[in-house]
């Protein structure tokens, strides 16, 4: 028996393995979801000696997407951001991580800007408060300022028709 123990050890290993490689990473649920949404005061991406913050939302439905020029996939997201931006009543808030400004301005110019407005944050620390740990991520907060979704990776047409906008007209006409 003791000496098939190392064989029941490396199957066991192989099974829960397996297993692992089987999940989903983008599925990997937010502890900050349900809870409020962290404060932050950055300056403004277009306007640096003017800030924006969490504070200037309350109130508001508005989804926040994390962004750099430097992300490949936030590419792959943002025409389905410029459309999202076309209906008046969404509140798309864009927080410019560890980026530069003139990269990051650069890149608004050449493919749209569909920000109401852009925080920047350079060093990454209102990321880390979001639990941010890639580009791009995009959050829903509610009117009290509850983050209730958060999508991990691009958003694509289907997690904004299936997700992100029923959220959206939910939360909108929560009193």
């Not at 852009?118 to 300022?145: H, L």
């Amino acid at each position: 028996m003791k000496r098939y123990l190392p064989l029941a050890i490396f199957a066991l290993l192989v099974v829960v393995l397996g297993i692992g490689l089987t999940l989903n990473p983008r599925e990997v649920p937010s502890p900050l979801i349900g809870k409020p949404a962290p404060a932050f005061s950055l300056p403004q991406l277009h306007s640096p000696d003017e800030a924006i913050g969490s504070d200037a939302m309350r109130g508001k439905v508005w989804l926040l997407n994390v962004w750099a020029s430097w992300c490949t996939a936030c590419r792959a997201e943002h025409p389905l951001l410029v459309e999202l931006a076309r209906d008046p009543t969404i509140n798309l808030v864009g927080l410019n991580y560890k980026d530069e400004v003139p990269a990051a301005l650069r890149w608004l110019r050449q493919f749209g800007d569909p920000y109401r407005v852009s925080a920047f944050d350079a060093d990454g620390r209102v990321g880390i408060d979001w639990g941010v740990y890639g580009v791009p991520e995009t959050f829903v907060i509610d009117k009290q300022g509850i983050i209730r979704y958060k999508q991990i990776g691009p958003v694509t047409r289907e997690a904004l028709d299936n997700k992100i906008l029923p959220l959206l007209k939910a939360l909108e006409s929560e009193a």
